[in-house]
Each structure stands twice: as C-alpha cells, then as structure tokens.
C-alpha cells in the first residue's frame, strides 16, 4: 500500500511535484501558508489541509520543498515532530544549508522518527516533467521505503550517504557550476575580444577540454545552443537569485569546514552582487552581459 504523504510547501517546485505524486496515487495531505498555493493545489484535485500540523497527523511521509533551512527548523519544531506519529519519516527535499539539513536530522531522530534529505535538481521544468535528480542522505534501510516516491517525481536518485549527504553534493555541484558559468562567459568575452566567431569558440570547446554545461547546454551567448536562456534574453532557466542562494550555501559549507576555496568563494560574491543589482530574475547565465560591460 502507498504511503499517505503530508507534503508542506506548494511553491514554484512543490505544486508540480505534489501534483505528480497525486496523479501517481498517493494520498496527500498538502499546505502551505499563502492560500493562493492551497487554492492552486485544490484546484488540481490534491487534498489540502488548513494548518500545517494538520498535514503531519497520520501520515506516514512529512515531505517539505521550503524556501530555507530556517523555515525547516521552525515547522520541525514548531509542530511537524510533535504531532507526527512514532517513526514517521521526514522527508526534506527544500534546498538548505548542510550544517541545519543535519540539525533537522538529528531533532527529527531524537523525536524518534526517521530522517532523509533529498535535494533537487531540475527547476520548475523538471519539477513538472516528474524528471528531477535527487541527491539523497538517508539510512540505507530507509531507501525501500524513499526510492518509489522519489521516483515518481524525478529520474535520477543517487543515494550520496547518511543524513546531510544529499544536501552536501548538492551545494559542491552548484558551487562548481557558479564557477564554470563565470569560466565560461570569461572566455567568450575573451573571444569576442580576440575576434572570435561565438560559434567558432562553442564549436572548439565543446569538443575540447573547456567542455562542461554552462557551454554546451547553457551556452551564455544566443546562438551556438538554441535552447539556452540567451537565446530568450536571458529569461530563467536557473535564476541568478537562486544561484546567489546556492553559493550562499557553498560559502557557509566551507566556512565549516575551514576550507579555503578561492573560486567558490569568489564565484558566491559575484553572484550576490549581480543578483542584488537589479538581476534577481535573469538567468544565471546573464553574468556574461556584467563581464562585458565591467560591471561585475
Ligand atoms: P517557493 O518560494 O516558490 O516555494 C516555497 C513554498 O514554501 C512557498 O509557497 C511558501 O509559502 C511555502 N512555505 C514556507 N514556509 C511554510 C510553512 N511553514 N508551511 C507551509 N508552507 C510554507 O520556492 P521553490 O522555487 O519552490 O523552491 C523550494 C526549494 O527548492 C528551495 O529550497 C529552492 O532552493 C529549491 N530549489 C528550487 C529550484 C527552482 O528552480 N525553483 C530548483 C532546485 C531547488
């Protein structure tokens, strides 16, 4: 029999992935705390609830897609681990810092429930696609229970370790792909400068060492690939907002762990002023138009 799942948070990412977990069978108990998600989740047949303990109550899955790891901490001990029954499993999807994914762990354990945390990657596009990676920290006699839920939402599970592994490959992806992103608009500025033909650079490194995804799927200049944000100027896609939250996550990470990391580091302030100056919205791709104009 499936698992009744309380799910809490219908945001930009939660709705699409609640509406495929309704339309695969399981029984929700969905809420968040703007009513317009509540009314969007209604709207798609799912059943809502009206406070947010109420979503805990006799289920067997509390599954979360919230905007913080502050936010996570307050509901988990706020109400979803009191009102929760004995070894529910708390299921943390929402992108948050690894120090309080691994604090959120622990309470949830020591309330005597089970914990996993299981980051995405994908966007809104893959959220609705039901094609999301998940990068999973969970006990291994906890994966029978987590592998068919997760797979109904997305296509790729990769199983990273005990609990704050998920959100720990997480931020280390994200960080590397701040910094090849700014690599990569780097080198087509160069090129433009050198009287390079963008097509004539994309068509070297993609089939040379420079490989990566920020060129050969997100590719910062219009043309080369069709499909990346440039060639839609620059509308997301990634938001620059949402890298500038990422990396945000990657400084904290190796402030914690005393690791200097010059790039990374770089890469988180560059992206938090280019978002703060007025490019929120823009795909993350965008950084290319602050390089050429020496703005970053
Ligand atoms: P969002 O802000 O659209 O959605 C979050 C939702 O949580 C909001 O609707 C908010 O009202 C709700 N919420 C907050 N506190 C709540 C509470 N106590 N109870 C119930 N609901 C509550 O954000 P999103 O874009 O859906 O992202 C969610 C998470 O996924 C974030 O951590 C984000 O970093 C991560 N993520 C987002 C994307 C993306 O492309 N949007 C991609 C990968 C990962």
Not at 5 to 22: E, Q, T, W
Not at 216 to 232: I, K, Y
Not at 253 to 264: I, S, V
Request: aromatic fraction near 6%; hydrophobic fraction near 45%.
């Amino acid at each position: 029999e499936k698992p009744v799942i309380g799910f809490l948070g219908l945001g930009h990412m939660g709705l699409p992935m609640a509406i495929n977990l309704h339309r695969a069978g399981y029984r929700l108990k969905a809420f968040d705390v703007v009513p317009a998600a509540l009314e969007a989740a209604q709207a798609a047949g799912i059943e809502t609830v009206s406070a947010g303990a109420d979503a805990a109550q006799d289920v067997d899955i509390v599954l979360t897609m919230f905007p913080t790891g502050q936010h996570v901490l307050d509901a988990y001990r706020g109400y979803l681990l009191e009102t929760a029954k004995d070894n529910t499993l708390f299921l943390e999807c929402s992108t948050i810092d690894v120090a309080q994914a691994r604090e959120a762990a622990q309470l949830a354990v020591d309330a005597g429930h089970r914990s996993a945390d299981a980051p995405v990657s994908g966007g809104v596009v893959g959220a609705e696609a039901g094609s999301l990676t998940f990068m999973l920290g969970a006990d291994q006699s906890d994966l029978a229970q987590i592998n068919p839920v997760l797979e109904v939402m997305g296509k790729k599970i990769v199983h990273c370790g005990g609990h704050g592994a998920g959100q720990a490959a997480k931020v280390c992806n994200n960080m590397l792909l701040g910094i090849s992103m700014i690599g990569a608009a780097e080198a087509f500025v160069l090129g433009e400068r050198l009287g390079l033909e963008h097509q004539a650079l994309y068509d070297v490194i993609s089939s040379a060492s420079g490989q990566c995804w920020a060129v050969t799927t997100n590719c910062p200049v219009p043309g080369p690939v069709p499909t990346s944000p440039a060639n839609r100027d620059y509308q997301p896609g990634f938001a620059a907002a949402l890298m500038a939250k990422d990396l945000g996550l990657a400084s904290s990470a190796l402030d914690n762990t005393q690791t200097d990391a010059k790039l990374g580091s770089l890469a988180a302030a560059l992206y938090r002023k280019f978002s703060d100056e007025g490019n929120a919205g823009t795909d993350f791709s965008g950084v290319i138009n602050a390089i050429r104009d020496g703005s970053l």
